[in-house]
């Protein structure tokens, strides 16, 4: 049994806050297999979190390493003469330096500060009330686990349920913060700028969006009152909480990049579809199969914009025309602050996963263009990433759909 996890299970148990002080995210850079290999058996042996697989020898990893670990850490990596440097020196001054972009009481669009669960909500609930010719607000199939409520927002000016579909979900994994706050900046946009903007406008009267800001409302939630790094729901499976929700999709289920351990960050739970985060998810999507445009997923962190296949690196049959899609997104994106977005199939642009809700939305549900996007940061911040930075994350990033959804 995994010892960190066996404590961060216990500090669950007993809903007290995780304290990441002295922690240290290290990236680390083999150069060849042996070394990669070497790594690879470390992490495993000392129990390491890590925030970045590596998607091949000669590219990063970045891996989480606790205070009383470091030191022996470090000096392995000195002695065996593997490319590494510190990220991050403290992850909790960070938390700690953060707390003040943190709102629990908002009811307006703020895009200047992170939200917590039931501020995100009534936001989105006061925007519905001011925006009632365009957008609603409700409930996603049933409650979770722990009685939070996935919601699904529709802003659509009109067209009785006929326009194509463009499917945006944020937040499946909880400590990914950016991804919900962009949703909100995104849905802000359409709302504000109908009528006033060409572009938004005309995108509006010929789509219909659909979006899931929170996919995991009660790993989000226990972000914020538990364990910043918090990835997964908080379901539990013995021991241990939570399934990684992207990896609960039947897409090749329980292959590649996936654990059948409970205590794993990529637990892929105990069947396809266990969660009823995912199936809520999966009857919604397939309720709109037949007219979804395309389908996006935003997490972080990274910079990248990937389409199918996660599980294989065999490509889809429409692989070309996706990747010009992606192509003209991240140019669009790039265009806005000069952000630099890696794009291509999941497995050779960041690494192998299956059981991910892109790959499940094109296979099973027939969506032509699936995407999942990692945005901010490549690093520095990883999933802390600074609220100064949800502005211009989400105007690159909604330059980027809306050339893509454009560009299909």
Not at 15 to 35: C, F, H, L, Q, W
Not at 190 to 208: A, E, N, V
Not at 282 to 293: F, G, I, P, T
Not at 342 to 353: E, K, P, R, S, V
Request: net charge negative.
């Amino acid at each position: 049994m995994r010892t960190l996890a066996l404590l961060l299970c216990v500090a669950a148990a007993h809903a007290t806050v995780v304290n990441y002080e002295g922690y240290k995210v290290v990236r680390v850079t083999p150069e060849d297999i042996s070394d990669a290999t070497w790594v690879h058996k470390l992490v495993k042996h000392l129990d390491l979190p890590v925030w970045k697989e590596a998607k091949q020898v000669g590219h990063s990893t970045d891996i989480m390493v606790a205070p009383h670990q470091a030191s022996s850490f470090l000096d392995r990596l000195k002695r065996k003469s593997i490319k590494h440097h510190i990220m991050i020196d403290d992850v909790q001054k960070i938390i700690n330096e953060q707390k003040a972009d943190q709102r629990t009481d908002a009811k307006r669009f703020d895009h200047t500060a992170y939200h917590d669960l039931d501020s995100m909500y009534n936001i989105l609930e006061t925007a519905a009330s001011e925006n009632s010719d365009l957008m609603t607000v409700s409930d996603l199939g049933s409650p979770t686990y722990e009685n939070n409520q996935q919601k699904i927002v529709k802003i659509s000016s009109g067209g009785d349920d006929t326009r194509p579909v463009v499917w945006i979900d944020c937040g499946i994994h909880a400590r990914e913060w950016v991804s919900p706050a962009v949703c909100q900046y995104i849905m802000d946009q359409l709302t504000s700028l109908y009528g006033k903007d060409t572009r938004t406008t005309s995108l509006l009267d010929s789509h219909d969006f659909i979006f899931v800001p929170s996919v995991n409302p009660d790993g989000y939630r226990y972000t914020w009152n538990g364990d910043r790094i918090w990835r997964k729901n908080r379901v539990p499976y013995g021991f241990c909480y939570g399934t990684d929700c992207n990896r609960n999709f039947d897409s090749d289920f329980g292959g590649p990049g996936t654990s059948d351990s409970s205590c794993s960050d990529i637990y892929h739970g105990p069947s396809a579809f266990s969660e009823i985060e995912t199936q809520n998810l999966r009857d919604e999507v397939n309720n709109l199969a037949d007219r979804m445009k395309v389908f996006l997923t935003l997490h972080s962190y990274s910079q990248l914009w990937m389409t199918p296949y996660g599980y294989t690196h065999s490509l889809p049959a429409n692989y070309d025309d996706q990747y010009a899609v992606a192509e003209a997104g991240v140019a669009a994106l790039e265009a806005v602050h000069g952000t630099q977005f890696d794009f291509g199939n999941i497995a050779d642009t960041i690494y192998l996963a299956a059981g991910g809700s892109s790959d499940w939305a094109y296979d099973t549900a027939g969506v032509q263009y699936a995407f999942a996007l990692e945005l901010r940061d490549t690093g520095y911040y990883g999933f802390l990433l600074p609220a100064d930075q949800i502005i211009p994350c989400g105007e690159e990033t909604w330059a980027g759909i809306m050339a893509a959804v454009e560009a299909i």
